[in-house]
């Protein structure tokens, strides 16, 4: 179980079969009556369980949200902002997530569909990268760059006509725009 000290969460290996019935949150609306990512939420007295349907494929992962309120549920690559207080999904990721790179130093993530890039603070989402690269990012982290400015950097898959390579991209820590590399 994770913790901020105030919110726990658990992934639970299926629906309980007993207690108060499970809030099922689909981004789509279909297929709500099927068993999701089943997660666990406990804050002070407050317990509850959440069934997060996701897509087909893509990663699945819960943490807490860079304003340490809430906290992000990725279900098969299908991403929800949840208020675990008010028992209710605040956002839905509207992109098929493929990757989740967090950043805690920075109070940060980074979460990638095969083209772009989200960043999440503090405040929700800061901004989407322009389009990186037609299927694939990789490796994001942040670095000073030769001026000594933070940076995003990472690597993202660029084919061409002569060859099938991955290459390097860098963008503005503040505002997402690409400095170098890319698509």
Not at 102 to 112: A, G, K, P, Q, R
Not at 113 to 121: E, H, P
Not at 163 to 172: M, V
Request: glycine share 10%.
């Amino acid at each position: 179980m994770k913790t901020n000290e105030k919110i726990e969460f658990e992934i639970l290996k299926g629906l309980p079969p007993y207690g108060t019935p499970p809030i099922t949150f689909s981004a789509s609306g279909s297929q709500a009556f099927r068993e999701g990512l089943v997660v666990k939420f406990k804050n002070g007295e407050t317990q509850w369980v959440g069934n997060f349907i996701g897509l087909y494929n893509g990663p699945t992962r819960v943490m807490l949200h860079p304003n340490r309120k809430n906290v992000i549920v990725v279900a098969d690559g299908e991403g929800y902002i949840v208020d675990v207080d008010e028992k209710k999904v605040i956002e839905n990721l509207s992109m098929e997530i493929y990757k989740i790179f967090d950043c805690e130093e920075e109070n940060l993530v980074f979460i990638s569909d095969d083209s772009n890039l989200l960043c999440l603070g503090e405040k929700g989402a800061l901004w989407t990268s322009e389009y990186l690269s037609p299927a694939g990012i990789e490796e994001v982290r942040i670095e000073l760059n030769e001026s000594g400015k933070k940076v995003v950097k990472g690597s993202c898959y660029c084919p061409t006509v002569d060859s099938d390579d991955w290459g390097d991209f860098e963008l503005d820590l503040s505002s997402g725009k690409i400095l170098k590399g890319g698509y």
